[in-house]
């Protein structure tokens, strides 16, 4: 992604500067090519190279009033020690009538020289060009393609397989608030894409007497086979800033309804827009390679090469080694390229090639470099003779095969010295009698001294920490296993449930009672010892609570174990309740209150016999 | 969910604290055992060797007795010519610290110097090899490696019994086939070791007899640093086994680890 806007100014500065002092240049430039009658036009002359210069005399103005101008800007700038230096008259053209209208020429003297700008047409319609009352953000403009297009261009449209094509992108804008551009998607069947290494390339341009601004992307590509192949189109995602224009709304809603105006206010009522841009396609054709003359060896590689091959030393001793360097480079795919290195030769003894390889994209061409060096050592006088390097490659431009052969290269090998063929022997009489150590000398190794090798003083069968490891886990596991199946029981026994939760709620219910008590709420209070008695004999003995009442309450108790006047006072209890409850009569607080103790007692008695 | 399950995980939390707090914590050898070693270590390098003995034998006794301690100690009775101490000494370091090289090199620099030359009856390699778990691993080694699994049996379990999920019970089915291994191999170990039925010789020679006492007959003289293998024992006698041969010998010549 680049931020363009940073760079536009920079770069128009710096492309200015780039023109050189002595060479001046007068170019005019207007900022459209078709406007309407209540539009107006820019043009602009530039000097370049000079500021020297008188005003600019329009030679031929009509069907044009100026409305506002010049207004001139200077420019002046050094990079890399040299100075530049420009001028810039900018006039506001108005149109007078319609049809072709032409602005200029103009001439300006600079210096003591006198240059001439070329006209320029300029074609003028009736009406509105836009519809702009329907076009209140002002977007038409923008998706024409004059303000705005991609282009894709390449170096050649023929060339050899495995050659190679300088593909260029090139984005060109003008009066456009460019903020954001994606980088393109360069993938492409049946090429190699090779990174032109740094960013891509801005400047300014001319075309058809306008200023645009570009970037360019550049890209190398090394075709793989041969045929008609067609490159793009590329599209581009440019993301611009569009001024909302028209009158600004002040309704609130209307704010909200079309959103981002709130935004626009911070930013000085601007929206941004993604628009795609399509570049058009490219056929290039890619020829074989001839099949004549085609040497043996061809390893594929296709441009314009240069071999040197080194030897060094020349004059070796047996067993010494001998460095045989291949250097291969030029212009073109040398990740392609390769070299038979000599393997198999009589009378030396070779070591794998230690190789290099480095290729990268300069000036729009490959170029690369690949090293190979070989160690190889002569194991006898009789070996002198080091074998030629031969390399082949194609070469597009003057389209013929290239053969390359440095060598054979000749040594001077000398026998080895007496005492060193002494050496060798006895390290092989050594050699020999490896796998059995003679021992000198038998001692032991010294003592401990380090805390960490001296191991644990502590046992294991003396440690708690052992016994709290076997236990702890086994005795969660009992605990756990039993409170499972306490709950399992829960779950599947239902009589088991009631019972064991019977005093918990029997007590809750008196709870409840005692407070009804409390706030006199009578009717309350009779209901809830009523139930707190005949749910918790139900709960007991696993009965519906519907079935306790004070008529069944003995036959119901019978064969517990309950002693006969328990019984009655509890019936005496339930029928004190009903009363209550169905026939209301007078409240006495203080027989409420023994009711309900007497009812906790009972309670307490009938748990202890019941269960 | 798990709410409901909380109670009986603070139990067991309480009871795992309590009997942290409940066990004694023996304390580790005092630093007067400590003290003792290095000064030991000390004398050592001055070659003052049964100096050495003897303050390594105060250490063991004051209850420092890691392996690196009698390997020390075996040293000490090498240098002093005493090699059945030292023998005895190296294997009982061996125990502790099954995989130290210089214990195992100086036990068998020791017994290379015996007078006779009878192999200790060791398994061969492959097999210890094979039985790697009996003959790698130090019997407190073991020991904490079952306690650990017999843990996670019951920490599976425990979990188990309230997640029924299948792969638990493939894990505790796979970890309870490593404890008993494992385990088994402890137990081996440990009955071994419990058995002292390995000793070496530790006078300059000793006569084995046909019975307990030295009213029986000589039958063979086995000299210092001989591993044998004990049978039996009776009164002031041992029963003892040597490259096949079997015999009465007095305890005063061995030194019984």
């Excluded at chain 1, 002046?76 to 049809?99: C, E, R």
């Excluded at chain 1, 306490?486 to 026994?493: A, E, G, I, S, V």
């Amino acid at each position: 992604m680049l931020k363009l806007l940073k760079y536009t100014l920079l770069t128009s500065f710096l492309l200015f500067a780039s023109v050189s002092q002595a060479q001046v240049k007068v170019l005019a430039s207007i900022n459209k090519r078709v406007i309407s009658l209540n539009e107006n036009v820019n043009f602009q002359v530039t000097v370049e190279g000079s500021q020297k210069t008188l005003m600019p005399k329009f030679e031929k103005l009509t069907g044009f009033s100026i409305l506002q101008g010049p207004s001139i800007s200077r420019q002046m700038s050094f990079v890399n020690g040299h100075q530049s230096k420009s001028v810039t008259y900018s006039y506001i053209l108005k149109p007078n009538a319609v049809g072709s209208q032409t602005i200029g020429p103009v001439t300006v003297k600079v210096g003591s020289q006198k240059y001439r700008t070329k006209p320029i047409q300029v074609e003028i319609v009736k009406g509105n060009k836009n519809n702009s009352k329907n076009d209140p953000a002002g977007t038409a403009d923008l998706s024409t393609d004059q303000n705005i297009f991609l282009n894709l261009q390449v170096d050649k449209s023929e060339v050899y397989a495995n050659g190679q094509i300088s593909l260029a992108l090139t984005l060109y804008y003008k009066d456009v608030d460019i903020t954001d551009v994606t980088q393109p998607d360069f993938k492409l069947k049946g090429f190699f894409v090779y990174d032109d290494g740094g960013r891509p390339v801005q400047q300014r341009v001319m075309i058809d007497n306008m200023i645009y601004q570009s970037v360019r992307f550049q890209k190398l590509l090394i075709p793989l086979s041969a045929g008609k192949h067609k490159i793009g189109p590329f599209s581009i995602d440019v993301t611009i800033r569009v001024p909302i224009r028209g009158k600004r709304r002040r309704d609130p809603f209307d704010d909200n309804f079309f959103g981002g105006s709130i935004f626009g206010d911070f930013f000085g009522n601007y929206k941004t827009k993604i628009v795609s841009v399509k570049s058009n396609p490219v056929t290039v054709n890619i020829r074989k390679l001839p099949l004549t003359g085609k040497p043996d060896g061809f390893s594929g590689a296709v441009g314009n090469f240069s071999l040197n091959v080194d030897v060094s030393p020349k004059t070796v001793q047996v067993g010494e080694p001998v460095t045989l360097t291949v250097k291969l480079s030029g212009k073109g795919n040398i990740d392609n390229a390769s070299i038979d290195m000599p393997k198999d030769t009589r009378g030396f003894r070779i070591y794998e090639p230690e190789t290099t390889r480095d290729s990268r994209v300069s000036e729009g061409q490959l170029v690369g470099k690949r090293t190979y060096k070989q160690a190889m050592v002569p194991t006898s006088t009789n070996a002198v003779l080091i074998p030629a390097i031969n390399f082949s490659y194609f070469n597009p431009e003057t389209k013929k095969y290239v053969s390359l052969k440095r060598g054979p290269f000749k040594l001077k090998v000398k026998p080895m010295p007496e005492d060193s063929k002494l050496r060798i022997t006895e390290l092989t009489s050594i050699r020999n009698n490896q796998g059995s150590i003679r021992i000198l000398n038998q001692d032991i190794f010294p003592i401990t001294t380090s805390v960490d090798s001296l191991g644990s003083s502590k046992r294991a069968i003396n440690n708690p920490a052992f016994y709290t490891l076997v236990i702890a886990p086994a005795a969660a596991w009992i605990i756990l296993a039993a409170f499972a199946r306490r709950r399992n029981r829960m779950l599947n026994d239902t009589a088991l449930y009631r019972r064991t939760n019977a005093s918990k709620k029997v007590k809750a219910r008196l709870k409840k009672a005692r407070s009804a008590l409390k706030n006199d709420n009578n009717k309350l209070f009779y209901l809830e010892l009523s139930d707190a008695l005949t749910h918790f004999i139900a709960d007991q003995i696993h009965i519906p609570a519907a079935q306790v009442t004070a008529i069944t309450l003995s036959k119901i108790l019978t064969g517990y174990g309950i002693p006969q006047e328990t019984v009655e006072e509890l019936k005496n209890t339930l029928e004190y309740c009903d009363f209550g409850r169905f026939a209301p009569g007078e409240f006495s607080k203080v027989e409420a209150e023994k009711r309900l103790s007497a009812s906790e007692r009972l309670i307490t008695e009938l748990e202890k016999v019941i269960s | 969910m798990l709410r409901r399950y909380y109670k009986p995980f603070i139990i067991i939390f309480a009871v795992i604290a309590l009997m942290e707090f409940i066990v004694p914590q023996q304390c580790f050898a005092t630093d007067d055992a400590y003290t003792t070693f290095v000064q030991a270590n000390q004398v050592y390098k001055g070659t003052n060797y049964s100096k050495a003995i003897s303050l390594y034998n105060k250490a063991l006794s004051l209850g420092f007795a890691p392996g690196g301690l009698y390997y020390n100690l075996g040293n000490a009775y090498y240098r002093n010519g005493d090699l059945g101490k030292a023998i005895a000494s190296y294997l009982r370091a061996r125990q502790l610290l099954p995989r130290n090289s210089d214990v195992l090199e100086n036990l068998n620099t020791a017994r290379s110097q015996t007078i006779d030359k009878i192999v200790p009856n060791e398994p061969p390699a492959a097999l210890r090899q094979f039985l790697f778990l009996y003959y790698k691993f130090s019997l407190d080694e073991l020991l904490w490696m079952t306690a650990v699994l017999l843990a996670a049996v019951f920490l599976l379990l425990s979990i188990y019994t309230f997640f029924r999920i299948s792969p638990i019970r493939s894990f505790i089915k796979i970890t309870v086939i490593v404890f008993v291994i494992i385990g088994t191999t402890a137990a081996v170990k440990f009955y071994n070791i419990l058995s002292h039925s390995t000793a070496v010789i530790t006078s300059k020679e000793a006569v084995v007899r046909a019975g307990p006492g030295d009213s029986y007959a000589e039958i063979f003289v086995i000299h210092n640093g001989t591993e044998i293998k004990i049978l039996e024992k009776k009164d002031n006698s041992a029963k003892i086994k040597v490259d096949k041969k079997k015999g009465w010998i007095n305890v005063n010549d061995i030194d019984i680890i």
